[in-house]
């Protein structure tokens, strides 16, 4: 269980380092405050985080639960 955690929070941390080459490739679009936009999806990503690994948590236990009784 740990290990898929860590797992989903590195591929997070990939997919967030993706959008910040982006937007700052593309800050024009935004203009000069990207860096502001770009400080509040990082201080908004534990959050993210912290809601998704429940959700995923309470997945795969309702998940274990489902194939014990399928199993038993």
Do not use: K
């Amino acid at each position: 269980m740990p290990f898929q955690l860590l797992l989903f929070a590195g591929i997070c941390y990939v997919g967030l380092s993706i959008i910040d080459q982006n937007v700052t490739r593309h800050s024009f679009l935004l203009g000069s405050n990207y860096e502001e936009v770009l400080q509040a999806a990082r201080s908004l990503l534990p959050v993210l985080l912290g809601l998704v690994a429940t959700w995923v948590m309470e997945r795969m236990r309702s998940i274990r639960q489902f194939l014990r009784r399928r199993l038993v």
